[in-house]
């Protein structure tokens, strides 16, 4: 699961070191906390976070009326002292309400339900790569891919069921187009399929059903490691 990224608004410094704590607690979460909401305003509006957590009364501007102004992919939980605000709050289309002082598990069930929406907006991830190979379309199960190799201009896909596919293209191109949890860029010039992966080290990936190794580019090996397990 990727990492949800989070704001959290609040002009009490003691109110965002539990927010970032319950945050670091549950995992999963990168939180950037803002004392000034019209600064975590102008952050949220050039960032987009997934999720932001959102105090109400504030010296400087209503989280009313930063919530009225977020962007609509930004799922918000109230964070508030308040709870006279709390009817003002749902009609604002917030994921849920947490009345202070609240407990580490309201704030895990509070998070929970900013996931399902999040989740239910999300695109489903595609199940197919579509490439042009000379004139025609062709599409590729993604379960049907071994790795990725950068030619010049080209990419060729091996697959799983034998042969290759070669596409006009470069291969950051095709990286946007693929999950990223499935597949991992090894090198420059190579792209694996994490399923197909039957051993490696810091230098070398052996992928199933090839004679030859393919090879970890030195700027890859950390993140090569750390994604197999290394």
């Known amino acids: 699961m990727r990492t949800i990224t989070c704001i959290a608004i609040d002009d009490e410094?003691?109110?965002?070191?539990?927010?970032?704590?319950f945050c670091r607690r549950r995992g999963g979460l990168e939180l950037t906390t803002?004392?000034?909401?019209?600064?975590?305003?102008e952050e949220i509006r050039r960032r987009k976070?997934?999720?932001?957590?959102?105090?109400?009364?504030?010296?400087?501007?209503?989280?009313?009326?930063?919530?009225?102004?977020?962007p609509h992919e930004c799922c918000f939980i109230f964070t508030t002292a308040y709870a006279q605000y709390a009817l003002d709050g749902f009609n604002l289309d917030a994921v849920d309400f947490l009345h202070k002082p609240f407990s580490y598990e309201r704030f895990e069930t509070?998070?929970?339900?900013?996931l399902r929406r999040i989740n239910a907006c999300r695109p489903a991830a595609p199940e197919c790569l579509v490439v042009k190979q000379e004139y025609n379309n062709v599409s590729i199960p993604l379960t049907d891919i071994l790795y990725i190799e950068a030619?010049?201009?080209y990419v060729k896909?091996?697959?799983?069921?034998?042969?290759?596919?070669?596409?006009?293209a470069n291969l950051k191109s095709i990286v946007e187009m693929l999950p990223d949890k499935a597949f991992l860029r090894i090198h420059r010039s190579y792209v694996v399929a994490v399923s197909a992966v039957l051993s490696f080290t810091r230098s070398r990936?052996?992928?199933?059903?090839?004679a030859a190794d393919l090879p970890v580019g030195a700027q890859y090996a950390s993140q090569v490691m750390e994604a197999l397990g290394g």
């Open 151 to 153: 030619l010049g201009n």
């Open 205 to 210: 990936v052996v992928v199933k059903g090839q």
């Open 34 to 41: 803002f004392s000034e909401p019209r600064v975590g305003l």
């Open 49 to 70: 976070p997934d999720l932001v957590f959102l105090d109400i009364q504030m010296n400087s501007i209503n989280g009313l009326q930063i919530a009225d102004v977020l």
């Open 110 to 114: 509070a998070v929970e339900k900013a």
């Open 157 to 168: 896909i091996v697959r799983t069921s034998g042969g290759h596919v070669l596409t006009r």
């Open 13 to 21: 410094p003691m109110a965002l070191l539990v927010i970032e704590q």
